[in-house]
């Protein structure tokens, strides 16, 4: 019996076994956070925020290959410091950030330059609490849409403020973006080898001229780090056990 030919893939997606790649971000100095260092090295049940998510993504069953952290260019020795105390033998490269979030990737993205084809992940380094489940779904996904990231429907009513007022907005056509935002690698290097706009909040806004992304279901509790009512939630999730 003769076999079947395999499933042709798109043009411009990966081949089926291209490895799974991840940038962490955590170049970023934390100012709403208000701390007194950035709030990727506050302590999240006595470890390091950023420690939390390294291990996330260090989960053999999501098999990524290569992880870069991305830090920002004076924090270096603070994290190399932290690693040693905190016994981390977790591979992963270190790469010094730029002044925006943009900037950051961008370096993290270099880091990668060996890899012709793969999948990577974008992910901020201070969602420590972002669950196997939400990261499988954004590399399924990128493998067959080549643009993927993570998104929840607002909880809230939303309105529109402008100088006449506030308008309500039909919530159920927003989304509010989460990380990973994950891509088939050379689509990334072309979307940021364009330059940077003041909208370019996250990765999905970079690619949008050039591809499709297609949002996959996010998780309430993965939430960003950002202001220190967020860091005794993440204390709380964890505590209980609910945080994936
Ligand atoms: N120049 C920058 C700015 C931000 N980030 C990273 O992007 C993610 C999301 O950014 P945000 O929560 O805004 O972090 P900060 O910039 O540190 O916080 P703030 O805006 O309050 O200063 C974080 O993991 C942050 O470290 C980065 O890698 N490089
Ligand atoms: C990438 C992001 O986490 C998606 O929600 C977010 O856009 C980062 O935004 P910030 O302005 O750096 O907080």
């Given at each position: 019996?003769?076999?079947?030919?395999?499933?042709?893939?798109?043009?411009?997606?990966p081949?089926?076994?291209?490895?799974?790649l991840?940038?962490?971000?955590?170049?970023?100095?934390?100012?709403?956070?208000?701390?007194?260092?950035?709030?990727?090295?506050?302590?999240?049940?006595?470890?390091?925020?950023?420690l939390?998510?390294?291990?996330?993504?260090?989960d053999?069953?999501?098999?990524?290959?290569?992880?870069v952290v991305?830090?920002?260019?004076?924090?270096?020795t603070t994290?190399?410091?932290?690693?040693?105390?905190?016994?981390?033998?977790?591979?992963?490269?270190?790469?010094a950030?730029?002044?925006?979030?943009?900037?950051?990737?961008?370096?993290?993205?270099?880091a990668?330059?060996?890899y012709?084809?793969?999948?990577?992940?974008?992910?901020?380094?201070?969602?420590?609490?972002?669950?196997?489940?939400?990261?499988?779904?954004?590399?399924?996904?990128?493998?067959?849409?080549?643009?993927?990231?993570?998104?929840?429907?607002?909880?809230?009513?939303?309105?529109?403020?402008?100088?006449?007022?506030?308008?309500?907005?039909?919530?159920?056509?927003?989304?509010?973006?989460?990380?990973?935002?994950?891509?088939?690698?050379d689509?990334?290097?072309?979307?940021?080898?364009?330059?940077?706009?003041?909208?370019?909040?996250?990765?999905?806004?970079?690619?949008?001229?050039?591809?499709?992304?297609?949002?996959?279901?996010?998780?309430?509790?993965?939430?960003?780090?950002?202001?220190?009512?967020?860091?005794?939630?993440?204390?709380?999730?964890?505590?209980?056990?609910?945080?994936?």
């Amino acid at each position: 019996m003769k076999t079947p030919p395999l499933p042709r893939q798109a043009p411009g997606l990966p081949s089926l076994n291209a490895p799974r790649l991840a940038i962490l971000v955590a170049g970023g100095s934390g100012t709403r956070m208000g701390a007194d260092r950035p709030k990727q090295f506050l302590l999240l049940r006595g470890e390091p925020v950023l420690l939390h998510t390294l291990r996330r993504f260090a989960d053999p069953a999501l098999r990524v290959a290569e992880m870069v952290v991305v830090l920002p260019k004076d924090q270096l020795t603070t994290w190399q410091a932290l690693c040693a105390e905190f016994a981390v033998t977790i591979p992963h490269r270190l790469v010094a950030g730029g002044g925006t979030r943009w900037a950051s990737v961008k370096a993290g993205l270099a880091a990668l330059v060996a890899y012709p084809e793969g999948l990577v992940a974008v992910h901020d380094g201070v969602r420590p609490l972002v669950s196997r489940a939400v990261v499988e779904r954004t590399y399924a996904a990128a493998a067959t849409h080549a643009a993927a990231a993570a998104a929840v429907l607002p909880k809230d009513s939303v309105r529109l403020v402008s100088p006449h007022g506030s308008a309500a907005q039909n919530r159920s056509r927003l989304r509010l973006m989460q990380t990973p935002q994950t891509f088939e690698i050379d689509l990334l290097r072309r979307a940021y080898a364009m330059p940077e706009l003041a909208n370019f909040t996250d990765d999905a806004t970079v690619v949008d001229d050039l591809c499709r992304v297609q949002l996959v279901e996010g998780d309430y509790r993965n939430l960003k780090i950002t202001t220190p009512e967020d860091l005794l939630v993440a204390e709380a999730l964890l505590s209980s056990g609910s945080a994936g």
